[in-house]
Structures are given as C-alpha cells and as structure tokens.
C-alpha cells in the first residue's frame, strides 16, 4: 500500500490514532465531528486492510507515518528470536502479518500489567522487596531535560503535535507575555509572538489549531476578564470576547469544541462557577455551579465527563473529586456527581489524563513524591512512591502527554524561580519491533 491511496485527512487521523487518541480527542484535535472520524477511520481501515486500531497503528508505523513510540535508549523493548528489521513491504504482504503482530501485542499487554502489579506493590514479597528489574526500570523513568532559557513559574500549558506551548508565567522581571514552543524531541525552545498581555496563573487548551488563554493575572492577586487566542496556522493572536468577570487559578478543559472553566479567583473570593465558552459563536454562558468553591484545581477530561481535581477552597485543602457531564446540564437534570477523596494530608501538585487514565500528582505527608492512579470502575486509588533522582521545584506546571507527565519550571527552596525541565515516564510502555516473514 502507498501512503498516496490515503488522503491528507486519513493521514493526519491515522497519525492520531498511532498517538492513542480516542474518536472524542481526534475530533477536538481537528475540529471536525466525532461522526466525521467514524467515517475516515472506516474508510482507512478498508484501505489498509485493518480490522483494529492497533492494527492501524502497526501499518502507520510499518509506513513511516508515525514513529515507534520510544527509542530503545529510552525504555526496554521485547526482544523476540527469528525477528529482523527491514524496508517497508506492501500492504498485501504486511496485512497477513497484522494476527502474528497482535499476538505478540498481546503478549506485551500482559507484560506491561504484570509491571504494573509488581510496581503497586500487589506481587511483593511479605517483606516488601522489589524485583531488580523494576527497580532498574524505576530510575529510567526521571530524566532531566534542557531547561528554560529564562527561570518561571505559573505559567500556562498546552500540548499539540509533540510541543508544549508555554505561556505567560512570573520571572525574576516579573509577570512576562512570552510563547515558547519546547519541542518534546529535541528538547529546544522556539520563542513565538508574544501574547499581547502578561499573565500568570492562567491555563490554556487547544481547540481546533487555536490555544484559548481566558483570564489569568495581570500582576499577583490582580485578575483579568481578557480572552486571548493564538492561531497556530498563521502565528497570530486575536481577541475574542472578554469572560463575565476577572477570573485566574481556574480549572479548563475542552470537550466536543467548547470551552468549560471552573471556579477560580475573582480577586476577592474563590468561586464555584461553571462557565463555558462557544468558540464558532463567540459567546460565554454561566452553567451549573458545583459544590465546593475551589482554586488551583485541574479539570481532567475522561470520556465525556470532567473530573475536577485538587485545589483549595476556605484555606483548606479541596479533597473531593467532583465530576461533571457536560451533556447533562439542562434542565432536569444534574450535571455534577462526587468522587472519591483525595487522602487526608495528600498536597496536590497536578492531576492528568494519561492513556485515558486519571493520574493525581502531589506529596504525601513526609513529603514523598506520590503518584496516584484512579479507576472510576472501582471508584479506588492505586498509589505509590517515587524519589526523583533531581529535586522537583515546588509549585511546578505540568502537562502530560501520551504515558510521560512534564514539569515545567515552579520555585525553588529560596523561593527563586526555577527553570527545571523534568520529564516522568508514569505508563510503562513495551515496543515491539517489526514482524517479518
């Protein structure tokens, strides 16, 4: 098969497919509905003779569209006899290999769930020892890498196409407008058009090749309304209209093309608002508020539901997890559930959906770095510990994107700000290499 029977679309959703994106996330990604998808990814399946998207994955990647998900430096790969690698062969030689190539995947999966179970702690031994494998594993999955140009910290992050996009943040200067685009490959920074204002403690996502950055602070504790967008395709930055009221420290996801922002700082009072943001119309509208008025907290999409996460509210700790479906809010019904707590005593740092799964960052109570991982099946915690071989900065952004979570800057002990980059690999991932005849 030549990649030219595929069309510049069925390209781009493969490639998407290949990153583990679900109908949802390709669909916000592109800007296009989630039928839309449906109808491309029928149509690429047919002509490459898939049945699954595993199965598409292994053709984009056998074609050189996408990338093997990690080198074999960065995480240990299955190594199987009578394997070899060699040049692209046609789809009709490659697709009567695609059921050896998902046995082998199989195989895999259930490697990478044995880790997991060892990792939680589920297969030790009465007396806690670890296999020195995982132990091994354990240290290759800090890795520190080239840091900011310039120290910060309460800045705005988005991902897209293997970047991350950084926006904003306090300095030593103070609070900056700059955009920089840290390229998750070869670690280098592209600074890009300032933002027209300076902000901090803001957040952005990316809605059909736009990153929206609705308020922030003009300076510490004083809040803006501005709505500021840049347009990825021609480097540009617009307006669009300003948020009812001054709003920072705030929760923000996008689901099905709209924006959703949740609670905040107003300058004089956290909130429980919802409000959400339609980009096509332009236009901002109060939705159902929540219970329990909360800062600093994220808003994590799983699914069709947003989990909001962490935060502080009143001086205390915001402990419970509260879920909204946006679906639900009209009349009659209720949008919003609750959640497991976060532990007593846990001090939030960041929550993230990684691989479809939500992942909670903080400190325990002896200030251990403790990743938590949350299954809604169960409505459980799966924790456990890690000692970052580099000292994590206090109060760092983050972002995660495929199984690896990204710090970005925050403060050092001194309380200076920090122009630490670390990345954390949280889903260990097994690559399987090329299957031939």
Not at 257 to 262: E, K
Not at 266 to 285: A, E, F, K, M, T
Request: charge should be negative; hydrophobic fraction near 40%; charged fraction near 20%.
């Amino acid at each position: 098969m030549e990649n030219a029977e595929l069309s510049e679309r069925e390209i781009e959703i493969l490639k998407l497919v290949g990153q583990g994106k679900s109908n949802k996330e390709i669909a916000q990604d592109l800007f296009i509905s989630v039928n839309t998808v449906k109808v491309h990814l029928a149509n690429i399946f047919k002509k490459i003779g898939a049945d699954s998207r595993l199965e598409a994955t292994l053709f984009a990647i056998e074609q050189g569209l996408i990338d093997s998900p990690r080198t074999p430096t960065e995480i240990p790969a299955v190594t199987l006899p009578g394997t070899t690698s060699t040049e692209v062969q046609p789809a009709r030689a490659v697709q009567a290999r695609w059921k050896v190539a998902l046995r082998f995947a199989l195989i895999a999966l259930l490697l990478g769930g044995l880790f997991l179970l060892i990792r939680t702690g589920w297969l030790q031994t009465e007396t806690g020892t670890v296999d020195p494998l995982v132990s091994s594993l354990s240290q290759q999955r800090w890795s520190a890498l080239s840091p900011l140009p310039t120290e910060r910290a309460g800045c705005a992050l988005a991902a897209y196409e293997n970047k991350v996009y950084i926006i904003g943040g306090e300095g030593p200067s103070g609070v900056v407008n700059t955009l920089d685009a840290y390229d998750l490959t070869t670690t280098t920074l592209e600074s890009l058009p300032a933002k027209p204002t300076a902000i901090r403690a803001a957040a952005a996502v990316i809605i059909g090749g736009n990153i929206y950055v609705p308020g922030g602070e003009t300076a510490p504790g004083q809040p803006t309304n501005l709505l500021e967008i840049y347009q990825l395709q021609n480097s540009q930055w617009r307006q669009g209209s300003p948020l009812p009221y001054p709003v920072s420290r705030y929760g923000l996801a996008a689901v099905e093309g709209m924006l959703y922002l949740f609670g905040g700082w107003d300058g004089s009072q956290i909130l429980n608002d919802v409000l959400r943001y339609d980009p096509i119309n332009d236009r901002w509208q109060k939705m159902t508020a929540f219970a329990m008025p909360r800062a600093d907290a994220q808003a994590v999409l799983l699914g069709d539901k947003i989990y909001l996460v962490g935060g502080s509210g009143n001086a205390q700790p915001a402990n419970p997890i509260e879920v909204y479906t946006p679906s639900l809010d009209q009349p009659g019904l209720t949008p919003w559930s609750r959640q497991i707590s976060l532990p007593e005593g846990f001090k939030f740092l960041g929550a993230q959906n990684l691989n479809g799964t939500l992942f909670v960052i903080g400190r325990d109570e002896d200030e251990a770095f403790t990743l938590m991982q949350y299954t809604p099946q169960n409505n459980t915690w799966y924790s456990y510990e890690e000692t970052p071989p580099e000292a994590l900065a206090a109060e760092p952004e983050m972002i995660g994107t495929g199984g690896e979570i990204y710090f970005f800057g925050g403060k050092n002990k001194d309380l200076s700000f920090s122009s630490q980059v670390i990345r954390y690999q949280a889903v260990f991932t097994i690559v399987l290499p090329r299957i031939t005849k």
